[in-house]
Nanobody, 123 residues
Framework: QVQLVESGGGLVQAGGSLRLSCAAS????????MGWFRQAPGKERELVAC????????YYADSVKSRFTISRDNAKNTVYLQMNALKPEDTAVYYC????????????????WGQGTQVTVSS
């Protein structure tokens, strides 16, 4: 069992930065691929970025490439999402998720989910 708790969301102006953190409990974190997803009102949940268990492989949605960076610290059981050059269209609830396997881009692959943290970008 893995429990995930996100933090770091908030209100920021366009062009600003935020760093999301996801703290995991449970012994399987270091062997789990991790992903950040987001869901805006009236839209489907979409993948933002994901990272392999070792951190050696990452994947980004086209909309966030070169602006967002996913990373993890297995010693701290934490995964991060550094978000720079934020845009109003980045406004959403951001979710952290864990997948007991290789890096995955589809939400249905993920076994555990956090409660989400709100990110609001004002224009």
């Amino acid at each position: 069992q893995v429990q995930l708790v996100e933090s770091g969301g908030g209100l920021v102006q366009a062009g600003g930065s935020l760093r999301l953190s996801c703290a995991a409990s449970g012994r399987t974190f270091s062997s789990s691929a991790m992903g950040w997803f987001r869901q805006a009102p009236g839209k489907e949940r979409e993948l933002v970025a994901c990272i392999s268990w070792s951190g050696g492989a990452t994947y980004y949605a086209d909309s966030v490439k070169s602006r967002f960076t996913i990373s993890r610290d297995n010693a701290k059981n934490t995964v991060y999402l550094q978000m720079n050059a934020l845009k109003p269209e980045d406004t959403a609830v951001y979710y952290c998720a864990a997948h007991r396997g290789v890096i995955a881009t589809q939400a249905y692959n993920y076994d555990y989910w956090g409660q989400g943290t709100q990110v609001t970008v004002s224009s």
